[in-house]
């Protein structure tokens, strides 16, 4: 799935910490939340692969299922 900026729906460039539209000129901070209870999921991250996992009880999440949030920085 193709990242796109929720203003002008061109192609997000994926940075370390941030997320970029060159189009906009702006930066955004991509937030992972869970598709059941919409908190936050926290990232993990180990050798390349990247799992979800919600602390507020429904435990690891399928990257499929995950709901990707784009809050400006």
Request: aromatic share 6%.
């Amino acid at each position: 799935m193709e990242m796109r900026c929720p203003v002008c729906q061109s192609p997000l460039q994926s940075h370390d910490d941030h997320v970029y539209c060159d189009h906009c000129q702006r930066r955004y901070q991509q937030l992972a939340l869970c598709p059941d209870c919409s908190k936050p999921l926290d990232v993990l991250k180990a050798c390349g692969a990247v799992d979800y996992f919600c602390s507020h009880g429904d435990g690891l999440i399928s990257k499929r299922r995950v709901n990707l949030l784009y809050a400006p920085l």
